[in-house]
């Protein structure tokens, strides 16, 4: 298990002699990075929260909040590490306006770095283009970071013909400038929500700042474009 410890000042001065100068090497923050863990923490505990506040039943501080989830330590210590960042009134308040946005209530708890950045799409594909259902599509795309990223997300969404939409959503975490390359691959096995009958597939792909159609701060779709594939008969 990693140490919850958030800030490491590192003092590393030269030896000195008493009435000699003494000079300073260097003098560093060292910030560990709970981001992906804060962001998996509200994915699975953002509504818990909300129904505890909702239920009247945070009248203490963060830990009583955080106790009350009934969690592994791990679990009670990154709540307290969220909610002491920003105090047990001010985290009340964003979990009732976070509308579930993991990213931002963690951009909000100082635990993801925020910065606005740019990524724009260069090229997505699809394999095969078609064939029957239960063929694995490897669905790719290559997107250009044109200045470096804070908290966002690369996501991919899939429209079947008759069944349920389906997509997934990747953490991308101070992206500098570049080119980058996701491929998912996605089994088109027959289900009673995905049927996979024949016909064509839309698979939209988005760059985000934040969470991908968020309306909160920093929350943008840099880049999205569309492909798609055929479940033949
Ligand atoms: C945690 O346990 C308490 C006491 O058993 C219970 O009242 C509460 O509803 C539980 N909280 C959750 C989130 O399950
Ligand atoms: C992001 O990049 C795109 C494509 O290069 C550009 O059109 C757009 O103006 C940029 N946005 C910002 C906020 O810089």
Excluded: R
Excluded at 82 to 89: E, P, R
Excluded at 218 to 224: G, L
């Amino acid at each position: 298990m990693k140490l919850f410890a958030l800030f490491v000042l590192a003092l590393i001065c030269s030896t000195y002699v008493i009435n000699a100068s003494i000079t300073l090497e260097s003098i560093e923050e060292v910030t560990a990075d709970f981001c992906p863990e804060c962001v998996s923490f509200m994915d699975e505990s953002l509504q818990t929260i909300l129904n505890i506040i909702l239920n009247g039943g945070v009248i203490g501080g963060c830990d009583e909040l955080c106790s009350l989830l009934n969690q592994s330590e791990v679990i009670t210590t990154l709540c307290n590490l969220a909610c002491d960042a920003v105090g047990i009134k001010v985290f009340i308040y964003l979990i009732q306006k976070a509308d579930l946005d993991s990213i931002w209530m963690c951009e909000e708890c100082k635990l993801c770095p925020v910065k606005d950045g740019n990524a724009t799409i260069i090229s997505t594909d699809v394999q095969p283009k078609s064939g029957p259902a239960g063929t694995t599509f490897q669905l790719t795309m290559i997107y250009q970071v044109t200045e470096e990223t804070g908290t966002g997300t690369v996501e991919v969404d899939i429209q079947p013909i008759d069944g349920m939409p389906l997509g997934d959503a990747e953490l991308i975490i101070k992206q500098a400038d570049g080119s980058y390359k996701i491929t998912w691959s996605i089994q088109t096995e027959a289900s009673d929500d995905d049927p996979w009958g024949p016909g064509k597939a839309e698979v939209d792909f988005f760059v985000c700042d934040g969470e991908c159609g968020s309306k909160h701060a920093h929350s943008k779709i840099y880049s999205t474009a569309t492909n798609y594939f055929t479940i033949t008969e």
